[in-house]
Nanobody, 126 residues
Framework: QVQLVESGGGLVQAGGSLRLSCVAS???????????MGWFRKAPGKEREFVAA????????YYSDDVHMRFTISRDNDKNTMYLEMNSLKPEDTAVYSC????????????????WGQGTQVTVSS
């Protein structure tokens, strides 16, 4: 029903920037505006953690304390794409970043999502 593919990861030095993209492939009767979306990350040896979320019409965003003021989530529903602009990157931001989507309306802080991408690796060197 929904396929999510992330891109834009890579190796960057501390203090640098990266922009991740998440492209959604949808059934013909669906539009991206039907989905709230979010970004998560998983570092080696750690649990997956919430990074940021954006509601379906871009009227609200929500960030974890770790990335607030450094990362910006956005989306372009016409392009079926969500973005994560990451600035002032730190070595502790190193992780596999995955995007997620859901149709059920929940508070943006909720980590319950229906659809997940495979992830893209972000590595920040010190």
């Amino acid at each position: 029903q929904v396929q999510l593919v992330e891109s834009g990861g890579g190796l960057v030095q501390a203090g640098g920037s990266l922009r991740l993209s998440c492209v959604a492939s949808l059934a013909s009767d669906r539009t991206l505006s039907m989905y709230d979306m979010g970004w998560f990350r998983k570092a080696p040896g750690k649990e997956r953690e919430f990074v940021a979320a954006i509601n379906r019409l871009s009227r609200a965003t929500y960030y974890s304390d770790d990335v607030h003021m450094r990362f910006t989530i956005s989306r372009d529903n016409d392009k079926n794409t969500m973005y994560l602009e990451m600035n002032s990157l730190k070595p502790e931001d190193t992780a596999v970043y995955s995007c997620a989507a859901r149709t059920i309306i929940r508070p943006l802080a909720s980590v319950n999502y229906e659809h997940w991408g495979q992830g893209t690796q972000v590595t920040v060197s010190s």
